[in-house]
């Protein structure tokens, strides 16, 4: 397959800190370069890890693997992905929808940058019950379910943050 450079960036207070991707199968950006700076993949856009100190967000952030999606593409499947993974949206906006038992898509909810999906799946290991499709072209940072796992049970005031955010849906 043919591999297309593209720098990316993220805006953080006032600073922009370049994200440099690459493509793969299926028009996907995957990045190639990894940051010792943890504001790399925008954490602090996140409540999740608003305020935790620079390691924390180090060692959470090595646990993560930034993609990029354009508009039409589908994140998370709703049945055909069995998957565990957690998402956190950097940039763009996705679209959450099922299909209603007798066909009709149901739109449900829409994500924007800062917010967090997948999660319910990989916290209760339950199939996925909605798709997650890309509106507009996203960036986005995806963290297996085992890493999500341990990063809100290591401490509890992780696991409170999470508390409170899916509170708050």
Avoid: W
Wanted: overall charge negative; charged content about 25%.
């Amino acid at each position: 397959t043919d591999q297309v450079s593209t720098n990316y960036g993220v805006a953080i207070r006032r600073h922009f800190v370049p994200i440099v991707c690459q493509t793969v199968g299926g028009g996907e950006l995957e990045r190639t370069n990894k940051y010792d700076n943890p504001e790399a993949l925008a954490l602090q856009l996140f409540q999740l890890f608003q305020g935790l100190p620079p390691e924390h967000l180090d060692r959470y952030r090595r646990d993560m693997r930034v993609r990029v999606a354009r508009a039409g593409q589908e994140i998370v499947g709703q049945e055909s992905d069995d998957g565990k993974d957690v998402y956190f949206l950097i940039s763009g906006e996705a679209r959450v929808s099922l299909i209603s038992p007798d066909g009709a898509l149901v739109r449900l909810a829409e994500f924007q940058p800062g917010e967090v999906f997948g999660d319910l799946s990989a916290i209760d290991d339950v199939p996925r019950s909605a798709a997650v499709e890309v509106v507009q072209t996203c960036r986005y940072a995806v963290m297996s379910q085992d890493a999500f796992i341990r990063m809100i049970t290591g401490t509890p005031e992780m696991a409170l943050r999470m508390l409170r955010i899916v509170a708050s849906r």
